[in-house]
């Protein structure tokens, strides 16, 4: 495990949450970093008990940067409810599964992005489903909680895409431009 001194783990520290402060611009919805940073932390830092907890205060950060700028609204209980909770918790299995991939092949940040987008929609439609009023209880009403998740699917896919590609392949750039910042932990 490296010291939290570590250069390499401050500059993804940097990165993360400047990634992460790129959800109070325009978007569409659920075109986002988060998925992305978790993936790149993990990857560029090889270990999670160094990735995570940049992982969870990037998500926790710009959480609160949005709903205090967005929606005007900073609610602590939006943190301790059973959605938020899962998604952080599936942030958390990203960054861990990402410290065993190797990004510097296209396939690989497309198969993650795709893999990622996937379990980010069935966790995070499963939760809505499981904690709200909305859908009914029962296999109906997580089919119909899915399917009204479905016309957002695309963009959460283009958006770990469109991320995990700006943060790979835009770090991988600036190391070799400058190669006193190429990090010993390249795969």
């Known amino acids: 495990m490296r010291p939290s001194t570590d250069p390499i783990a401050l500059r993804v520290l940097l990165i993360c949450l400047a990634a992460a ?9 659920n075109f986002g970093p988060l998925t992305a940073v978790a993936l790149f932390a993990g990857y ?3 270990s999670w008990r160094t990735a995570i907890p940049i992982v969870l205060l990037s998500a926790f950060l710009s959480d609160v940067l949005v709903n205090a700028l967005l929606y005007q609204v900073v609610d602590a209980q939006y943190f301790l409810s059973p959605v938020t ?13 990402s410290t065993r991939l190797n990004f510097k092949k296209p396939r690989t940040i497309i198969g ?4 990622s987008s996937i379990l980010f929609f069935l966790i995070s439609n499963g939760a809505v489903w499981a904690t709200s009023t909305s859908y009914p209880s029962g296999m109906g ?8 998740g479905i ?3 695309p963009y959460t896919l283009m ?4 991320y995990l590609s700006v943060l790979v392949l835009g770090t991988s750039w600036v190391e070799r431009k400058i190669p006193a910042l190429n990090s010993s932990t390249e795969k």
Not at 21 to 29: E, F, K, M, W, Y
Not at 159 to 162: C, E, P
Request: aromatic content about 16%.
């Open 21 to 29: 402060v790129t959800r109070i611009l325009p978007h569409p919805v």
């Open 44 to 46: 560029r830092l090889c």
């Open 85 to 97: 909770l899962s998604i952080y918790g599936f942030y958390v299995a990203a960054t861990m599964a």
């Open 112 to 115: 993650g992005s795709l893999i």
């Open 141 to 148: 009403g997580l089919i119909t909680s899915y399917m009204a």
């Open 151 to 153: 016309p957002f699917f």
């Open 159 to 162: 958006g770990d895409l469109f």
